[in-house]
């Protein structure tokens, strides 16, 4: 990327210039602060207070194609967040993107539009995506959740658990080139992990299981609290173009 390019994208994600010194870049991850805000402490999916699940059996996911995936999806009854939801949140995007995303789980705005990131959040990373040269159709976004936890809390590892099999098989159906994860708790989840973000940031992992490259980053909504935090986040951005870069179109197969 050009230097005029890449202060135009640094200026729209909002990251003030500066040459860094060498010392910034090589901040081992382990001396990452751990953030303030709820959505990036340090603390492991939390396992307490279990929703009540419904006694019905649970259809199997496993070689479900796209549509009765979806419509699974939709009748979902494996948690007691689908007494609360206004709708399920599927996903949304390329079913052939070079990369996919995964967030936490849809809040109030997703909950009511049906769609994944489209608050101050997703437009923070509609931007990110620009960034790199990707525009949000372009990439296939999902959530680790598909309903909304009350009050926006932070998933249970119940509902986590059961909401799992939808996820790995949207993943298995997109073979995305890589895995972008925002936040701790899908970062946490996807990687089998309960080390904080700034320790799972900052390297590329591998999807356990389908060995997808994965790289995780700080969750748009902690950056729209901690803007200084940016910086980081453009580096975790560009070790993933690294890892499968953008193409002309997007990258969509
Ligand atoms: N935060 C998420 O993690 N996912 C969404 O879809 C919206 C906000």
Not at 38 to 66: F, H, K, M, R
């Amino acid at each position: 990327m050009d230097a005029a390019r890449r202060r135009e994208v640094l200026q729209a994600l909002g990251i003030e210039l500066w040459v860094a010194r060498a010392a910034d870049l090589e901040t081992p991850a382990g001396d990452e602060p751990v953030s303030s805000g709820p959505a990036e402490s340090a603390v492991p999916v939390s396992p307490e207070a279990p929703a009540p699940v419904p006694e019905s059996p649970a259809a199997p996911v496993a070689g479900l194609d796209w549509p009765d995936l979806e419509s699974s999806v939709a009748g979902c009854r494996r948690c007691g967040l689908s007494e609360e939801r206004t709708q399920t949140v599927f996903g949304v995007g390329a079913r052939t993107a070079d990369w996919m995303i995964v967030g936490e789980a849809p809040g109030a705005e997703e909950d009511r539009q049906g769609e994944p990131f489209v608050g101050a959040a997703g437009q923070l990373l509609n931007q990110m995506l620009r960034a790199v040269g990707f525009r949000r159709e372009q990439v296939f976004i999902a959530n680790t959740l598909k309903c909304r936890p009350p009050g926006n809390r932070d998933p249970h590892a119940d509902e986590l658990a059961a909401c799992r099999p939808y996820l790995d098989r949207q993943i298995e159906l997109v073979r995305p080139r890589l895995l972008l994860v925002v936040g701790r708790i899908a970062a946490q989840a996807l990687l089998a992990s309960d080390l904080p973000i700034g320790r799972l940031r900052g390297r590329v992992h591998t999807l356990p299981g389908l060995g997808i490259p994965v790289v995780a980053t700080y969750h748009p909504a902690y950056l729209l609290r901690s803007p200084e935090q940016k910086r980081r986040a453009w580096h975790d951005l560009l070790l993933a173009c690294s890892v499968a870069a953008p193409e002309g179109d997007g990258g969509a197969r």
